[in-house]
């Protein structure tokens, strides 16, 4: 840096800071529960915003309620270094997720004031709108529309529950903004950094203080539905049997197969199941089960399609019943820009902190941002690797760790 001396962020103030967020939506058991669009999330809008602007940061809205605060540069053609995430949580959320890495970077813009630090290209934090997905759906939803994978219309088409929509919520709360999604001043963003808890294991059983987060998982969802015959439990001898379940119990088994096949990062999961008739002395005639599969490769992906194909179809003819298989989401695996992957190492070796490299496993709003700017990601972890929970927790030193890597990624990113 220009002084020599390696600057740091204020941990206490940003510790401080995601505690005062916290507040907002508190739950009794130490979470936090801010839906996308609701009273509370403008009430977390609202704190943000007033720190973004005492902050000396010009804030700005877009048309689906992304949130963009900028922090001047020396030269005003240059393109912004971005960084951000989301404030809204899970209905049994934490106080770290997506809180996180829009307060680290609201602390790198203080940091910068604190120490009289000018950037050549100006700095920006995003908040972007319902990461979550808990309450409007898809997942992803600001930061899906800020990549162009969602038109605004469609965003504001969609509705929670209780019939009420995304533009109408936005509207209501006063953060249905003017500027066009996806436009950002001056050009898109140089570099997007996000920091993140891990919401995995993996760091804490390290010990590593640091995820330099080389891409995310590619996903595949699927609805599997296998068709047998309903038949009472007494009279029907096993052999003339033709048990939906049994089946899809060895398809299970098979999900489970093929992720450890694809080890370390092959990941399948059959987390959803409906059993007709469910009834305790008949023979199910129907199970309707949902596949997660996630791989870092398209080519992992397609041998586990394929490999799931191929058994299923076996285990049906097997078991004399049908099997249906139908794709109904795809997220293509991402893989983080060299360049900021690059600078995130750099960062953390110039603050002396344990690091290794990983690949998320979750979704993230900087996967979407990656489709239009460069992009990379800052792991720290978390408490037993536990996340989407009120137990959610995170030590002081570890979230101090990774608000100065991001600090540094960004600094030598603006300069
Ligand atoms: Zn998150």
């Known amino acids: 840096m220009d002084t020599g001396v390696t600057p740091r962020i204020d941990a206490t103030r940003l510790w401080q800071s995601l505690m005062d ?28 915003a007033r720190w973004c602007r005492e902050a000396g940061l010009e804030v700005r ?16 053609q240059a393109r912004a270094v971005a960084t951000g995430s989301h404030i809204d949580t899970q209905p049994s959320g934490g106080k770290f997720d997506g809180n996180y890495g829009v307060l680290a970077g609201l602390e790198v813009m203080r940091t910068l004031d604190d120490l009289g630090i000018e950037t050549r290209a100006p700095l920006e934090v995003v908040v972007w709108t319902n990461e979550e997905g808990s309450r409007f759906t898809p997942v992803m939803m600001g930061s899906g529309a800020f990549a162009g994978l969602f038109s605004p219309d469609f965003v504001h088409a969609q509705k929670d529950r209780a019939g009420i929509s995304v533009g109408d919520e936005l509207q209501r ?3 249905r903004g003017t500027q066009p999604c996806g436009a950002v001043p001056g050009g898109m963003f140089a570099a997007y950094f996000e920091a993140h808890i891990e919401q995995g294991p993996v760091l804490e ?22 068709t047998g015959m309903d038949a009472h439990a007494g009279p029907t001898p096993m052999e003339l049997r033709r048990d939906a379940m049994l089946a899809a119990a060895r398809m299970v088994e098979a999900v489970n197969r093929i992720a450890l096949g694809e080890a370390p990062h092959g990941r399948g999961t059959v987390g959803f199941v409906q059993v007709q008739p469910n009834s305790r002395n008949v023979i199910p005639g129907c199970v309707q089960f949902s596949v997660d599969f996630r791989n870092p490769s398209q080519d992992g992906l397609d041998r586990m399609d394929a490999a799931m194909h191929a058994q299923f179809t076996r285990i049906a003819s097997d078991g004399k019943v049908a099997v249906e298989i139908r794709q109904v989401v795809k997220f293509e695996p991402c893989l983080f820009d060299s360049a900021c992957v690059a600078g995130v190492r750099r960062a953390a ?25 460069p992009a990379g990601m800052i792991f720290v972890p978390c408490k037993d690797g536990i996340s989407h929970n009120e137990i959610e927790d995170a030590l002081p030193e570890h979230i101090a760790a990774g608000a100065n890597v991001l600090l540094l990624a960004m600094l030598e990113r603006a300069q």
């Not at 916290?22 to 704190?47: C, E, N, W």
């Not at 809205?61 to 005003?76: Q, S, W």
């Not at 390290?206 to 609805?223: C, F, K, R, T």
């Not at 070796?349 to 700017?373: E, F, I, K, R």
């Open 173 to 175: 709360i006063g953060y």
């Open 21 to 48: 967020l916290a507040q907002i939506g508190a739950t009794p058991k130490g979470g936090v529960r801010r839906l996308a669009l609701t009273d509370d999330d403008r009430q977390g809008r609202d704190l943000v």
């Open 349 to 373: 070796q110039a603050l002396g902190l344990p690091h290794m490299d990983v690949v998320s496993g979750a979704g993230h709003d900087a996967v979407y941002v990656a489709g239009v700017a």
């Open 205 to 226: 059983a390290q010990g590593l203080p640091i995820g330099i987060v080389s891409g995310a998982l590619g996903q595949q969802w699927y609805d599997v539905t296998v």
């Open 61 to 76: 809205i877009d048309e689906v309620g992304n949130m963009f605060a900028r922090r001047a540069g020396r030269d005003p």
